[in-house]
């Protein structure tokens, strides 16, 4: 399995949120509006690993990831890299530029 650095970054800020002790009082809509937030997050990290994303490819790395914290909060162990890591990285256009 292939998983690029922002995929990586993208993970460790799905472990951030979930490791809130509220995460999972958290209804699915409040769950929902850590997308903008999550977004900002990538964009920050883009800077970071020197890497020049796609709108498009942070816009689904960022939908990916809400998924993966939904699917968390109903039960799915976070704990499994590459489970998250897989979720992540299921994508059709892996576009991005470096």
Known sequence: MSVTPIEIQTASICLDIAAFEEFHQLTEQEVREYLPSIQD??????????????????????????????????GAPLYDA?????????????????
Request: aromatic letters at 14%.
């Open 82 to 98: 590459t489970w998250v890591f897989k979720q992540l990285s299921v994508r059709d256009d892996p576009t991005y530029i470096h």
């Open 41 to 74: 997050k990538i964009w920050e990290h883009e800077f970071q690993i020197n890497y020049h994303l796609t709108e498009g490819y942070v816009n689904h790395l960022a939908e990916r990831a809400v998924d993966v914290l939904l699917t968390c909060r109903r």
